[in-house]
Nanobody, 119 residues
Framework: QVQLVESGGGLVQAGGTLTLSCIVS????????MAWYRQAPGKQRELVADITRNGNTNYADFVKGRFTISRDNVRNTMYLQMNSLKPEDTAVYYC?????????????WGQGTQVTVSS
C-alpha cells in the first residue's frame, strides 16, 4: 500500500514563509510526476505547481515568483517552498503523485495540510 503524507502547514503572517513536504512511503517501484494542489473553503481544488521526475516544473500564475516546487527522488519526497504568502493563499494543500507499483501506474493523494495566512 502506498501513502503520501504532507507536513509543514501552519499559521503564518502575510509576507511570511512556509515549506511543505510530501513523503511517499509503502510498496512501490518509483514515482513519476508529482504535484501540489490546494483547496480553499467553498472553492474547487486547483493546481498550484507540478514537477516531472526529471525536475521540469510548472506553476500556476497566482504563485509564480513566490513558490518553488522541488523533489528528492532518493528520499521520495516533494517540497513546496512558499514565500511572500498572502491571505488568499489560505487553503488545505494536497500533494499528488503518480506511483509505479505492482499493479501499474496510479495517482495517489495525501490527506492535506492546512495553511493559514493572516493579514
Amino acid at each position: 500500500q502506498v501513502q503520501l503524507v504532507e507536513s509543514g502547514g501552519g499559521l503564518v503572517q502575510a509576507g511570511g514563509t512556509l515549506t511543505l513536504s510530501c513523503i511517499v512511503s509503502g510498496r512501490f517501484f518509483g514515482t513519476n510526476a508529482m504535484a501540489w494542489y490546494r483547496q480553499a473553503p467553498g472553492k474547487q481544488r486547483e493546481l498550484v505547481a507540478d514537477i516531472t521526475r526529471n525536475g521540469n516544473t510548472n506553476y500556476a500564475d497566482f504563485v509564480k515568483g513566490r513558490f518553488t516546487i522541488s523533489r528528492d527522488n532518493v528520499r521520495n519526497t516533494m517540497y513546496l517552498q512558499m514565500n511572500s504568502l498572502k491571505p488568499e493563499d489560505t487553503a488545505v494543500y494536497y500533494c499528488k503523485a503518480a506511483i509505479f507499483w505492482a499493479g501499474g501506474l496510479d495517482d495517489y493523494w495525501g490527506q492535506g495540510t492546512q495553511v493559514t495566512v493572516s493579514s
